[in-house]
């Protein structure tokens, strides 16, 4: 790197979707080693869900659920604006 760069900011992506992708800046010191520890959450398995049906999926990673997303039945719309009918997947 130049000396004049002071942040680097990094996308990781894991190509086999075991961790979620995530982005961080990490800040430099000019004259200073600098180490950087960054740790990947572990991917959530996809849940399946009936349109037909109530739903209630906790939102967050890992037992870590921040809220919780609430979806009456038959509430979901294709990418035609037509009711959604059947499995899908979060």
């Known amino acids: 790197m130049t000396d004049d760069v002071d942040r680097l900011t990094v996308t990781f992506q894991d ?10 800046t990490m800040p430099f010191q000019r004259g200073r080693t600098v180490v950087h520890r960054i740790l990947l959450q572990k991917e ?5 869900f009936d349109s037909s049906k109530d739903l209630r999926a906790p939102l967050g990673h890992a ?3 921040m809220a919780e997303l609430e979806l009456p039945a038959d509430n979901l719309l294709d990418k035609d604006g037509k009711p959604f009918k059947g499995e899908f997947q979060t």
Do not use: H, L, Y
Not at 15 to 24: E, G, H, K, L, R
Not at 44 to 48: F, G, L
């Open 15 to 24: 190509p086999a979707d075991q961790f979620s992708d995530t982005t961080q």
């Open 44 to 48: 959530d398995p996809p849940v399946t």
């Open 63 to 65: 037992g870590d659920n």
